[in-house]
């Protein structure tokens, strides 16, 4: 198997902690994220000249969200295979690729499996009584990614499971964020991946979903020990 860590790179970049031209994005005097310089810049000239302005920053700043992987067994394959979805062609430009199976940020007041179950519907059509019985948290990964901006944007992701109880069930799109879902067997999720067609902090969610389940071991992958510690960053920022 050839290794996932150069996939796994396009996602995790390098620790902002380390980058002394980064800076630091703060409320109350607690550092929460980080802010590149060329948009410090822009940031400091509009203060400049618009003193009582407050600005909302979003990008930079820590963000929490919920990922969950659709799985189940087929008789035809006789072996696990997972839910994928294919994003909306417009306008997002990370749209086009493919995601996991069901993804979104947390509401407000909400609990992050409230948020699980409420995507399931609003994004694949999954009822709550196919959600809620099967459903299970496998933790979090946690992970610093620099879009194509400069921003080094932290990033904590809780997982979870859906094992579906019956290959019946069927993904379908329901509120416009995707073109399709399709049921892919391990190595062709693999295969994709290698050829960039998924989002990269998605392909994070993945090879988390592979190691818990086997498919991603010390022996399939010799930089194993360095892709479970990519996995699990510590982002020396607040958290839940």
Sequence with gaps: MTSLLPVLRQAHNDNPWDDATLHALRVDNTQIGFIPP?????????????PNTHLRIEDGALTFAPETTVAQRTDEMNQMAVWMRDTKKFPDPLDG?????????????DSPRASVVRECFEEAGLARDQVEPYLKQT????????????WRQPEMQYT???????????????DGEAESF?????????????????KANCCLVLADFFIRHGYLTAESDTHYAEIVTMLHTDLRLPTP
């Design 38 to 50: 060329s948009v410090m810049e822009v940031v400091q000239a509009y203060l400049a000249d618009h």
């Design 97 to 109: 690729y493919l995601d996991n199976s069901v993804a979104g940020g947390i509401t407000a007041g």
């Design 139 to 150: 933790g979090h990964i946690t992970y610093f990614y620099k879009t194509s901006l400069g």
């Design 160 to 174: 979870y499971d859906l094992a579906l109880p019956s290959d019946a069930i069927q993904l379908r799109p329901e």
């Design 182 to 198: 399709e049921l892919l067997d391990i190595p062709t999720v693999l295969q994709l991946m290698h050829k960039g067609e998924f």
